[in-house]
């Protein structure tokens, strides 16, 4: 074995046309909340713990398209990754994926792109139970469905489904005795573990994940954008804002006017509570501070109400490729009594943020500057998300 060669090989089939998935592409060039399927099915590989030799099988139509693809999707690990062109049928193109690996390989590993999803635990399962057995794996999960034979649509029989799995892919097989099946074929089979076992190897099962899922129909590929959706990685931050009370001034704090209160001390309108919210959202997406984005050197501000600072950041967040999840705020403070008016103000902070805002007040027991009514205190936490 070269000491250069991983052990480990997949062939990551990806040269399906994708007709019955609606497209004019081909499936695993057809984007799933912003990414291609090809680039969401590599995922998995580069979360293994082990290095592996990956080739990717890719339409001729769409191979130099599928090696920028693969290439940008590998960064750093780009040298374990080549893409080859596809044949006629899937069996063709895992053949021609089998062919272009390394000499070296002992286990290779046989995965199609549809299933995009696929946990990198379940490629572990996988290789683990091949170099267990030295014979082929395959995943699967047990059947739930009463299964019925049929004959001109009318019900012949009941299937005991105990004895009956969802197979699934990657499908794991020592390199060599896969070469060797492969070379022997003379029919075509449904999937690799069939035509394995039809040179005479034998094949053993290990559990599936349901992640792990083929994108086939338009319905696949919505419940794929779905569990994209749900798997976007999300970024929080925190902002802090303090202003004393300024009795010669209006009171503005959440974006409304309190009348009969003392106002507070500012360059702007003093409205500590949307200035902390500001600061919890450019935090949270790493844009640095509203001091920095909005100082007192920048003469538009003087007496700027707080909505003007909240629209504007909202829009510097969401220019930066962000959405916003949510804003939650605490007010420390003797007054005003924020509960009259905590609907309002979640109301007006809602509309302005454009995503939900709770606000939450408390006094400080006397303690401190807030205590003594020396001023208002308050602390927002926001939630943002990269966008697709």
Wanted: net charge negative; hydrophobic share 45%; glycine share 12%.
């Amino acid at each position: 074995m070269r000491p250069d060669v991983p052990p480990l090989g997949v062939v990551l089939v990806a040269a399906g046309s994708g007709t019955r998935l609606g497209s004019s592409e081909p499936k695993a060039f057809v984007p799933v909340a912003g990414r291609t399927i090809l680039e969401r099915s590599l995922d998995g590989l580069f979360g293994l713990r082990e290095s592996a030799s990956i080739v990717v099988v890719a339409p001729a139509a769409k191979l130099r398209e599928a090696q920028q693809l693969v290439k940008s999707a590998a960064g750093p690990a780009a040298r374990y990754v080549s893409v080859v062109t596809g044949g006629d049928s899937r069996q063709a193109s895992v053949a021609a994926g089998l062919a272009a690996l390394p000499e070296g390989v002992d286990v290779v590993l046989v995965h199609d792109a549809a299933r995009a999803f696929t946990p990198s635990a379940v490629f572990e399962r996988v290789v683990r139970g091949v170099r267990r057995t030295r014979a082929g794996v395959v995943p699967a999960l047990a059947v739930a469905d009463t299964i019925k034979t049929t004959d001109a649509g009318t019900v012949t029989g009941t299937l005991d489904r105990s004895s009956l799995a969802a197979v699934q892919t990657p499908q794991g097989f020592p390199f060599a005795e896969l070469v060797d099946a492969y070379r022997a074929a003379t029919e075509e089979h449904t999937d690799d573990a069939a035509l394995f076992a039809a040179a005479g190897g034998t094949v053993s099962v290990v559990e599936g994940d349901p992640l792990a899922f083929k994108i086939t129909t338009p319905w696949d590929l919505r419940g794929a954008e779905a569990v994209a959706g749900a798997t976007v990685p999300v970024r929080t931050g925190v902002g802090m804002d303090i202003h004393a009370f300024d009795e010669s001034r209006p009171l503005w704090l959440g974006g409304v006017y309190w009348p009969a209160e003392p106002g507070l001390a500012g360059h702007s309108d003093g409205d500590a509570l949307c200035h902390a919210v500001c600061d919890a959202l450019l935090s949270a997406s790493g844009l640095g501070d509203i001091g920095g984005r909005f100082g007192t050197f920048d003469a538009r501000f003087i007496d700027a109400h707080g909505d003007v600072f909240i629209t504007e950041t909202c829009a510097i967040v969401r220019g930066a490729g962000y959405e916003i999840g949510n804003v939650a705020v605490q007010v420390t403070a003797n007054r005003p009594k924020i509960a009259s008016r905590r609907v309002e103000m979640e109301r007006k902070l809602t509309e302005l943020v454009g995503a939900p805002v709770s606000v939450a007040a408390t006094t400080s027991d006397g303690l401190g500057f807030t205590g003594r009514g020396e001023g208002v205190a308050v602390i927002a936490t926001a939630l943002v998300y990269q966008s697709r």
